[in-house]
Nanobody, 122 residues
Framework: QVQLVESGGGLVQAGDSLRLSCAAS????????MGWFRQAPGKEREFVAA????????YYADSVKGRFTISRDNAKNTVYLQMNSLKPEDTAVYYC???????????????WGQGTQVTVSS
């Protein structure tokens, strides 16, 4: 069992930066690939970024590639999403997710965090 708690969301202006954090509980954190998803009002939840269980591979949605960076610190049981050059289109609730032994392909979330709101004003 893995519990995920996101933090770091807030209200920012277009062009600003924000870093989201996801703190995970569980001694097997290192075995999980970690991902970030987001959901805007009236929209489907969409994939944003993921990092493999070994930390050696990262994956990004085209919409955020070059602007967002996912990273993890297994010693702290934490995954991060550094978001730069934020756009109003990035406004959404951001969710942290975990997929056991993920190393690429479709991210099939086994666990979800509660979400953190990111609002980007124009």
């Amino acid at each position: 069992q893995v519990q995920l708690v996101e933090s770091g969301g807030g209200l920012v202006q277009a062009g600003d930066s924000l870093r989201l954090s996801c703190a995970a509980s569980g001694r097997t954190f290192s075995f999980y690939g970690m991902g970030w998803f987001r959901q805007a009002p009236g929209k489907e939840r969409e994939f944003v970024a993921a990092i493999g269980w070994s930390g050696g591979s990262t994956y990004y949605a085209d919409s955020v590639k070059g602007r967002f960076t996912i990273s993890r610190d297994n010693a702290k049981n934490t995954v991060y999403l550094q978001m730069n050059s934020l756009k109003p289109e990035d406004t959404a609730v951001y969710y942290c997710a975990a997929d056991k032994y993920y190393s690429g392909g479709r991210f099939n979330s086994d666990y979800w965090g509660q979400g953190t709101q990111v609002t980007v004003s124009s």
